[in-house]
């Protein structure tokens, strides 16, 4: 089992940075792989970044590469996701989704944990 709560959503300007955390509880954190998901309002959950279990395998939406970068902690039990010069289609809920095993995936159904989610509302 592992339990995950997000933080350090908000508002920013576009162009502006934010950087969300996550924090994980649950003795499988290590053996996990992470993901970030959104999901905008009337919009489905959409995939932005993964990571895997010893965080050297990184993946990324298109929308997002290069502006985004998904880390991990493992001795802390986190993971981060950069955000730099967003724009206002980033704006969404953002959720921390895990799951246990050594492939990670862009597909949301394929992660049992998550998140409540954090709120990121980039202005214009």
């Known amino acids: 089992q592992v339990q995950l709560v997000e933080s350090g959503g908000g508002l920013v300007q576009a162009g502006g940075s934010l950087r969300l955390s996550c924090a994980a509880s649950g003795r499988t954190f290590s053996d996990s792989c992470l993901g970030w998901f959104r999901q905008a309002p009337g919009k489905e959950r959409e995939f932005v970044a993964r990571?895997?279990?010893?965080?050297?395998?990184?993946a990324y939406a298109d929308s997002v590469q290069g502006r985004f970068t998904i880390s991990r902690d493992n001795a802390k039990n986190t993971v981060s996701l950069q955000m730099n010069s967003l724009k206002p289609e980033d704006t969404a809920v953002y959720y921390c989704a895990a799951r246990i095993g050594y492939f990670s995936s862009n597909y949301y159904g394929d992660y049992p944990y998550w998140g409540q989610g954090t709120q990121v509302t980039v202005s214009s």
């Open positions: 990571i895997s279990r010893n965080g050297v395998l990184t």
